[in-house]
């Protein structure tokens, strides 16, 4: 049981230090990735149900057995043990999608080790119950996702990563701050701690103080998440890493500032929720708006994806503005569904360009006539992300408004309406453009598409295409199966919304009263 | 000293946020460098300065006695101070391996991924 919580951890740990001693052997650092990346999602699984079963939900342990408020504590709740689960899929399926798109001198530079720290970084930002250890987590996270996003110096990563870079330690210096004023203010970072000592704030007392804090977390949490107005670094680096990069910081990276964001506001920052959670909904509805408008205007595959990663954060916060055991369930839901879902379409996009040669939408066509199959796989996760039935995003999108409608806030359920209509009118122009039209003829790309399928082994097709499969399996498994699928959403909002649970599972497991 | 510090990290935040908003990549990278040190100092000043009391316990005591200095503060600077001397460190490489892949540091130039 003690082994169980920095499991996540320490496998991708291990796996990332195994692959760096064999730098030399690229068919060693290949088997340890994915076979690392496979051993992660075990273990995530095996917390899931430990933390499902177990008696009184969450899980907490004493790292160096220094007791709750002095030492470091990793906690798993329902909502941690979910989001790593996810980390894990995602980690798995992208691990094999790269043996088969990363080139040899990306992997010799050190690809595999770089992308399991940074897995190891996303864990650790979910398991952490202390929020300077989940500044560090976030540093490991940035560090590895840095040098992946720039790794093979071509000039739009480059221009692509500074931006990337200077926007994450903005926010980076933002969260210090804030951290140096909260220990100032509370003496103690530890959450469960900070939540007891915060959850005593009468209406009567001066909290001016403690507000300001929040609204410093919100907007430190806010630029990694890319919520309105702080989300242009992301539409000016996502598209320009190769393909799995892509998609690993598509499903996995905002959403830990999604994560950090719900973490902070359901356990700590509960004092004033008429300010805090208000501007939070009004945010989130101008992200969703925003960001689809965004995607509307792009033409290129991966640029319309981006932004539409921006309108999908607006859906996840909504729920915590909103601030009901429902809403939250439905942003756990909503969370879960894409990641799985955003990553897929990404990875689509990488087989797309294999094929066409391009990401430029106008310059593809006629997939549909010469791939069938891809062409379906493309259109399951498309037509999640925009809500269509029997698929998970109906779901999760009927969860949010159903809560919205229950607190009588009409005018974000109307933006949510409204903006899943767009999503579903971009998703069908990526389907018209680079599938349903006649292919262009007599261009450059006609030529290069030649020279790229060519490229592609029988081999290679099945490492491609076997975690698109996956992840559209999971995505109709969670439509399909959204009976259970929300009751274990539902339980996990439930806790959310119930931080004394929290507080207790920390400070009992320190022995502390 | 507390409100000498105050102005001395109001300055260091302004400086920071002032170099950021040039165009040049150096200077970008000098401003990072100054808000992160605005941050350290901020941690140690809010965290309580305490002068001459180090936090151990005294030959035949039992317990600190109360007025000592925080030392928690003091360790999470330093590991804030190892992070950002390994993502400055990065930084300057990038910035360099952008400049040649570009041609120029001038921010403004840098927007071919925007369109």
């Known amino acids: 049981m003690t082994l169980l919580l920095p499991l996540p951890l320490l496998i991708p740990m291990l796996t990332a230090i195994i692959t760096l001693l064999a730098y030399r052997s690229r068919r060693v650092q290949r088997w340890v990735s994915v076979s690392g990346a496979a051993a992660l999602l075990a273990a995530a699984l095996w917390l899931l149900t430990e933390v499902w079963h177990a008696e009184r939900g969450i899980q907490a342990m004493q790292i160096g057995n220094w007791p709750a408020p002095y030492g470091i504590t990793l906690v798993a709740d329902l909502f941690s043990a979910i989001m790593v689960t996810l980390a894990g899929i995602i980690g798995l399926a992208v691990a094999l999608y790269s043996l088969a798109s990363i080139d040899p001198a990306r992997e010799a530079f050190g690809y595999h080790p770089l992308y399991h720290f940074l897995l190891m970084g996303v864990c650790g930002a979910f398991l952490t119950g202390d929020l300077f250890n989940l500044y560090v987590w976030f540093e490991v996270m940035l560090m590895a996702s840095f040098v992946l996003l720039a790794l093979g110096g071509e000039r739009g990563q480059m221009e692509g990563a500074i931006k990337y870079v200077t926007l994450n330690l903005m926010s980076s210096v933002l969260f210090l701050t804030a951290l140096g004023l909260l220990y100032g203010l509370a003496g103690t970072l530890n959450m469960a701690d900070l939540a007891r000592k915060f959850s005593g704030l009468a209406p009567a007392q001066p909290t001016g103080l403690v507000t300001t804090l929040a609204i410093l977390f919100l907007v430190a949490f806010g630029i990694k998440a890319a919520v309105f107005p702080l989300f242009f670094w992301l539409p000016a680096s996502y598209h320009t890493p190769p393909v799995a990069v892509s998609a690993v910081f598509a499903g996995l990276l905002t959403k830990v500032g999604v994560y950090a964001l719900i973490r902070v506001f359901t356990l700590i920052f509960v004092h004033e929720p008429g300010f805090t959670h208000t501007l939070i909904l009004i945010i989130a509805g101008l992200t969703m708006v925003t960001g689809v408008l965004g995607a509307v205007a792009q033409s290129e595959f991966r640029r319309v994806l981006s932004f539409h990663i921006v309108s999908q954060i607006g859906y996840m916060i909504m729920g915590l503005g909103l601030f009901t055991p429902l809403a939250l369930a439905s942003s756990v839901f909503y969370i879960a569904h894409h990641i799985i879902v955003k990553t897929n379409l990404f990875l689509v996009s990488g087989v797309v360009n294999r094929l066409g040669g391009t990401f430029e939408l106008k310059k593809l066509g006629g997939l549909y006539q010469t791939q069938p199959g891809l062409a379906m796989l493309f259109l399951i996760p498309a037509l999640s992300l925009a809500g269509l039935p029997p698929l998970s995003g109906f779901f999760a999108k009927l969860g949010l408004v159903q809560a919205g409608l229950a607190q009588g806030e009409y005018a974000i359920v109307t933006a949510a309406l409204g903006v899943s209509l767009l999503t579903l009118f971009s998703m069908m122009k990526i389907w018209n453009e680079a599938f349903w039209k006649t292919p262009v003829v007599s261009d450059q790309s006609t030529v290069n598409s030649e020279h790229a399928s060519q490229s592609v082994s029988g081999g290679q097709w099945v490492l491609l295409l076997a975690p698109i499969v996956l992840l559209a399996a999971t995505t109709l498994a969670i439509g399909l199966g959204a009976g259970p699928a929300f009751a274990l959403a539902l339980r996990a909002g439930e806790q959310l919304m119930n931080p004394a649970l929290y507080i207790e599972a920390v400070l009992r497991a320190s022995g502390m009263p | ?115």
């Open chain 2, 1 to 115: 000293m507390e409100v000498i510090l105050a102005f001395v990290i109001g300055g260091l935040y302004a400086a920071g946020i002032y170099m950021m908003l040039r165009r040049s990549l150096v200077k970008l990278l000098i401003g990072l460098g100054l808000l992160s040190h605005a941050a350290n100092l901020l941690i140690f000043t809010a965290a309580g300065l305490t002068r001459a009391r180090p936090p151990v316990i005294a030959a035949g005591e039992a317990a600190l006695a109360p007025p000592f200095a925080d030392p928690l503060p003091q360790a999470l600077i330093l590991t804030a101070i190892v992070i950002s001397l390994g993502v400055t460190a990065f930084a300057l490489a990038l910035a360099y391996r952008a400049y040649k892949a570009v041609g120029t540091d001038d921010l403004d130039k840098m927007k071919s991924t925007d369109q």
